[in-house]
């Protein structure tokens, strides 16, 4: 499933050890995978850059794809393995 979001997250404050001289860090999010829980389902999303995903060539862009859809089925498959583990169903009384 592909999304696109246009939201990079604001850049973080300088740590204690990088207080130097140098300009400031800004984060940038080109990749991101969203993972949720719809109780017993889960459901599992990428996005790119929409820059960044303008800038790759088409056999790119269907590489990119094609492990992104192996890394949501990795991830969503592991999620609800964790979350059967932590939530066993519990039995029905008659």
């Known amino acids: 499933m592909t999304r696109s979001t246009n939201s990079p997250e604001p850049p973080s404050p300088p740590s204690p050890d990088n207080r130097r001289s140098d ?15 719809h109780g ?5 999303r990428w996005s790119i850059h929409p820059q960044l995903k303008h800038e790759l060539l088409p056999n790119e862009w ?6 992104m859809t192996k890394v949501t089925e990795i991830v969503g498959h592991r999620f609800s393995q964790i979350l059967s583990q932590a939530e066993p169903s519990t039995p029905q009384q008659a």
Do not use: C, G, K, M
């Open 23 to 37: 300009p400031p860090a800004h984060d940038l999010e080109l990749l991101h995978v969203q993972v949720h829980r």
């Open 62 to 67: 269907t590489e990119v794809s094609q492990l």
């Open 40 to 44: 017993t389902n889960v459901d599992v």
